[in-house]
Antibody, heavy 115, light 110 residues
Framework: QVQLVQSGAEVKKPGASVKVSCKPS????????ITWVRQAPGQGLEYVGW??????NHAQRFQGRVTMTTDTSTSTAYMELRGLTSDDTAVYYC??????????WGPGTPVTVSS | QSALTQPASVSGSPGQSITISCTGT?????????VSWHQQQPGKAPKLILY???NRPSGVSNRFSGSKSGNTATLTISGLQAEDEADYYC??????????FGGGTKVTVL
């Protein structure tokens, strides 16, 4: 059974950075990509980016602010977002990619940006 | 990449069928068979219910079905049940190798 475990809730000040981790289990980590999606309070889902075998893609609006990495030794994926503003307050989800779909979702990591 | 267009809300009575549309462009929905649908219950993470336009993951009810014509994909929920009350999001793989999501549709069971 595929499961994705994410790091806990974060509270950050404007201008700071946040790094969210995602540790999948139940499949071979290097066989599938990881997609990151966020959801602001009361809003819809927003694509952040994906990473697979060293290839990275992210939404244009996060250009220069987001870094996605994987650690194959620990089968963990990371998403770091820099220069946080209140608009970045959201739940950040990681998910396994399969069949060109966001297939298995993690539980989400709430990130609050507040002074 | 602009968000896909979905109706804000759809409602129906138990047992009825409802449809939710998802309109994009030739860069996403119209040019891709990689359209999927996700259900999100209040306070929970989304859950995939359809991929490749019409395919259901294991364990998803066959009351959920999908189709696509041109730039518009459609989710149909037949035999509507109280447990179907949730937000539904479409998504599509795009021609620039990203995903784009719809704005979401709130389904209410009357």
């Amino acid at each position: 059974q595929v499961q994705l475990v994410q790091s806990g809730a974060e509270v950050k000040k404007p201008g700071a950075s946040v790094k969210v981790s995602c540790k999948p289990s139940g499949y071979t980590f290097t066989s599938h990509g990881i997609t990151w999606v966020r959801q602001a309070p009361g809003q819809g889902l927003e694509y952040v980016g994906w990473i697979y075998n060293g290839k990275i893609n992210h939404a244009q609006r996060f250009q220069g602010r987001v870094t996605m990495t994987t650690d194959t030794s620990t089968s963990t994926a990371y998403m770091e977002l820099r220069g946080l503003t209140s608009d970045d307050t959201a739940v950040y989800y990681c998910a396994r990619d399969l069949y060109y779909s966001v297939y298995d979702w993690g539980p989400g990591t709430p990130v609050t940006v507040s002074s | 990449q602009s968000a896909l267009t979905q109706p804000a809300s759809v409602s129906g009575s138990p047992g009825q069928s409802i449809t939710i549309s998802c309109t994009g462009t030739t860069s996403d929905v119209g040019g891709s068979d990689f359209v999927s649908w996700h259900q999100q219950q209040p306070g929970k993470a989304p859950k995939l219910i359809l991929y490749y336009v019409t395919n259901r993951p294991s364990g998803v009810s066959n009351r959920f079905s999908g189709s696509k014509s041109g730039n518009t994909a459609t989710l149909t929920i037949s035999g509507l049940q109280a447990e179907d009350e949730a937000d539904y999001y479409c998504s599509s793989y795009t021609d620039i190798n990203t995903w784009v999501f719809g704005g979401g549709t709130k389904v209410t069971v009357l």
